[in-house]
């Protein structure tokens, strides 16, 4: 009788710990805000289930604020992803995309020709985007470089993969206008 009862109290426990598991996985796909606000008082001994969880979580998060353009936030939240899975591509691309446009917009030269390399390294994680080799091209015109082909070659190369339209409306806009810029330039050294 006390065997059946300790398989019964084991099996209790299974049911138990997946439940609990599962809970977390779909309040990370649900609602990761407040998955994320729970972290410090489940952080005693996070179970292979759980990480996962806090990884959509952060990701998920981080993602959002990326495309609202709260790059700090995104950047903060894909560093906690990053920490409990350093492969996990998916919260790598973001964060280098967030890192790159943040100081993108610092303007500053030397922080420009990091946003180009952080830009390039996403372009490595996932070859099939272009907004990583749009954004290139967009660094070297703030720049003020006057390699026009350069920054042309960095439009076609993004147009070259997938982009949404509405990128590739703003992609086909900028390369018209780097093509009149290098013309103007062109005719003016004439």
Do not use: H
């Not at 560093?79 to 790159?100: I, V, W």
């Not at 990091?114 to 830009?119: C, V």
């Not at 091209?137 to 042309?152: N, P």
């Not at 703003?170 to 780097?178: G, P």
């Amino acid at each position: 009788m006390k065997a059946k009862s300790t398989i019964l109290f084991y099996f209790i426990l299974l049911v138990f710990f997946s439940c609990s598991t599962m809970k977390y996985k779909n309040m990370a796909s649900s609602n990761p805000g407040k998955l994320i606000s729970l972290r410090d008082s489940l952080d005693k001994e996070l179970s292979p289930g759980l990480i996962d969880a806090f990884i959509e979580a952060y990701t998920k998060v981080g993602i959002q604020a990326y495309n609202s353009g709260n790059y700090e936030k995104s950047i903060s939240m894909l560093l906690n992803s990053q920490e409990l899975s350093p492969e996990d591509t998916l919260s790598k691309y973001y964060f280098l995309m967030a890192s790159g446009k943040k100081k993108y917009e610092s303007g500053k030269k030397e922080l420009l020709w990091e946003s180009i390399q952080d830009f390039y390294k996403a372009s490595v994680l996932y070859p099939k985007i272009g907004e990583p080799f749009y954004l290139i091209g967009q660094s070297y015109l703030k720049l003020g470089d006057k390699d026009f082909d350069l920054i042309i070659e960095s439009y076609d190369k993004a147009l070259s993969l997938d982009v949404d339209e509405e990128l590739k409306i703003l992609i086909n806009n900028s390369r018209a206008e780097a093509i009149r810029r290098k013309d103007l330039l062109k005719s003016f050294w004439k």
